[in-house]
């Protein structure tokens, strides 16, 4: 379960940052130099990635038994 948690935390980081430079890149009002669109999406993916392994983890792999 351990693994399968790693492999969907990456999943997870890599649509999110492809999707998140898609989407800033496709805004037309605003016009950012390509290293800010980068963190931006990299920082969303960083956060989402951590955010799922850390309740993967919680709730399936190291969940308590009664």
Known sequence: MFFAQGLVA???SNLV?????SILRSLTFITLPAYVD???AKGLA????SASSF???KYIVFKRRK
Do not use: D, H, K, Y
Not at 46 to 49: I, P
């Open 38 to 40: 980068n963190n931006i």
């Open 10 to 12: 990456l999943v997870i």
């Open 17 to 21: 940052f492809l999707a998140g430079l």
């Open 46 to 49: 960083m956060f989402l990635s």
């Open 55 to 57: 309740l993967f983890m």
